[in-house]
Structures are given as C-alpha cells and as structure tokens.
C-alpha cells in the first residue's frame, strides 16, 4: 500500500554540533531526534511572541519523526534514508562475515527500507549486492546501504579546538574540543510530519536564522528548509509497527500486550539542563523514551497509540526562591509508526 507523507529537508549551510546525553563536546550525535526538534520548535514560537491556547500541554497539532539523513546534488533528487529496526536477525551459518557487516549498516536507502518493512531481511537485502565470491558489497557505502552513487562521507565530522574564557575574567581559560557535522553538496536532514503544519513551518522559518544545536552564537546550526511529499510503499496488512520517532507510551498496561516475543526496542534516556535564562542552572527532570526503531505488536482491535507528552519541569519547592517560576518543560513523546512485517 502507498502512503504519502508530507516531509520537510533541513539543507544545512553551516556545521552542526548536537549534543550527546554525556554532555560531551568531543562528540555529536548523528541524529536529531523528535523531541528535541519538537521543544525547539515550540521555544521558536514563544520567543516571537506565539499565543499558546488554554491550558496548553505540549501539542502544537502536529507529530514529526526524528530526523534523518538525505544526500543530494543540488540539481538531483534527494536520495532519502531511514533506520533499520532494533530486531536482531537470525542469520544463517557460514555468513558470520556478512553478519558483521550487516551490524555495522545504520541507513537503508528509500527502495531497501521499503522491502525491509514487507518481510524483508537484511540477509536477503546484503546479498542482492554481493561482488562474485569476493568479500565486497557495491551498496555498502560506510553506514550506509544504497545502489545510489553516494559518497560515504556526504556527512564527515571535524574535531576542533575552542576555549573557554571565565565569566569573573580572572580564571585562566580552558581549552576544549567540539566535533562538528559538516554535509556535502546540498546534503541535510529531513523529517516526516502528520497533522496540521502551519504552525510547524512558521517555527521552522525562526529556526532558519537562529539555527538549530549546541554553539549556534558560533555560527552552527544554519539551514533552509523546502517542504515536500514522499510516497512510501508499505505492507497492507501487518501486526506490527515499527517508530520512527521517540515514543513515550500513554498506558503501561497496554503497552504490556503489545511486547510480545517479536517485538524489539531499545530506550533512551532524556532530560539534560533547562536552556533558557536564568534556569539555565537547572536540570529536567528526566524520563526513558523507545528509541526510533523499535517494534510493538499492533492488532486491529489493539492497535499502537502514539504516545503522550510529558512536563519534565522540576519541583519548583526544591529550587531557590528567585529560580521558583521556572516554566513548563513539555517534553513530546508522540510518534509517527509505518506498518512493519518482521522477517
């Protein structure tokens, strides 16, 4: 079955730096997920001057995945690629080789995801594009697994040195190193999204200018975005669901029914410091979401929700009294789910 998804591409025009749960300058994760772009939309909407409804909770009528990588030549179609599902395959004897290097394997171009989500395995997949007998696969391309000619590193990583100067000015300054995303030709980002975007794409206009990530008074972060649809082929009927955003569940006792022996999942934790003055000082509250990926059972009388929003604001009693307004932090665990046959 077609399903036709309105997609937005971040064609990023400066580095990016994206801070990790150690709070690690050396390093950047590689992706940004759903929740982190759905709280910086929301704080580009409210530094504007962005009326809330009554009794605001989170939900600006939209749901996104996270955000995945695309390469494009600026006059080419955008070769668009998604992640694999946490289950593990079983593989069959004599192909430990392949096995490793199907592990490695993080992206699935646009074509393979589609036949991986209809019963596909990675087994099946990887074998299309052995050379010969030889030990070498011409869709392997880094963590990347494509017939398009794409170069592996379309997105590198820079380490540079900065310093830190002291606030007082009479500490000595320390060094540090941040790694930085770079993307070549008109490469980026990109994100699928459900639900009513207006207010979505007047953020994402804000977000252009101010940029996106950690070091964005640095110049990192900088993008322009282009609205688009992208039609996925997908199974007509299957008992599972796979996310492609973080996803917090609504009911823990539903949730119970839909972890059967085929599903898979793995979490990820999240929280971090409050970004804006003067909570900076301030850490969330912190919560376990299923990382993109993972997979649920999902019946037609007992089908997947798509999750819920949470405050991760800290009890204000327990902070200093000119630190006690600190505002709601909604933290949103709605995920967007495409069918998936497990192989």
């Known amino acids: 079955m077609k399903h036709n998804f309105t997609i937005f591409r971040l064609h990023f025009t400066a580095p990016l730096h994206l801070g990790n749960e150690r709070e690690d300058y050396a390093e950047s994760l590689g992706i940004i997920h759903s929740d982190s772009l759905y709280a910086a939309l929301t704080a580009?909407?409210?530094?504007?001057?962005?009326?809330?409804p009554e009794k605001f909770e989170g939900h600006l009528g939209f749901t996104i995945s996270s955000l995945f990588p695309f390469y494009q030549k600026k006059e080419e179609s955008p070769v668009y690629f998604f992640p694999k599902s946490r289950k593990q395959e079983i593989m069959e004897e004599g192909l430990l080789e392949d096995h490793k290097k199907i592990k490695k394997i993080k992206w699935l171009d646009k074509e393979f995801f589609e036949a991986y989500t209809q019963g596909k395995s990675m087994q099946e997949l990887y074998s299309r594009g052995k050379n010969g007998k030889k030990d070498e696969n011409?869709?392997?391309?880094?963590?990347?697994?494509?017939?398009?000619?794409?170069?592996?590193n379309f997105i590198s990583k820079q380490v540079f040195p900065r310093v830190t100067v002291s606030r007082n000015g009479k500490d000595d300054a320390e060094p540090f190193y941040?790694?930085?995303?770079?993307?070549?030709?008109?490469?980026?980002?990109f994100f699928l999204a459900e639900g009513d975007t207006t207010?979505?794409?007047?953020?994402?206009?804000?977000?252009?200018?101010?940029?996106?990530?950690?070091?964005?008074n640095v110049g990192n972060g900088f993008f322009e975005y282009k609205k688009d649809t992208l039609e996925l082929e997908l199974p007509d009927n299957s008992n599972y669901q796979?996310?492609?955003?973080?996803?917090?569940?609504?009911?823990?006792?539903?949730?119970k029914e839909q972890l059967d022996n085929q599903a898979a999942y793995a979490f990820k934790k999240r929280g971090g410091w409050v970004s804006t003055p003067p909570y900076n000082t301030i850490r969330k509250n912190r919560i376990y979401m299923f990382e993109e990926g993972s997979l649920f059972q999902s019946e037609a009388d007992n089908p997947v929700t798509n999750g819920r929003i949470v405050n991760l604001k800290p009890d204000a009693s327990k902070l200093p009294k000119d630190l006690q307004g600190i505002h709601d932090i909604w933290r949103n665990g709605k995920a967007?789910?495409?069918?998936?046959k497990p192989s």
């Not at 941040?178 to 980002?189: I, Y």
């Not at 796979?242 to 006792?253: C, G, I, R, T």
């Not at 967007?336 to 998936?340: A, D, E, L, S, V």
């Open 44 to 52: 580009a909407l409210f530094k504007v001057g962005w009326q809330p």
């Open 138 to 152: 011409k869709y392997l391309k880094g963590d990347y697994f494509t017939k398009d000619a794409i170069p592996e």
């Open 178 to 189: 941040m790694e930085r995303l770079f993307f070549s030709d008109h490469s980026g980002m």
């Open 199 to 216: 207010l979505l794409e007047k953020a994402l206009t804000i977000l252009e200018q101010e940029g996106i990530g950690t070091d964005r």
């Open 242 to 255: 796979m996310n492609l955003s973080l996803f917090l569940p609504s009911d823990k006792e539903h949730l």
């Open 336 to 340: 967007i789910f495409i069918p998936f």
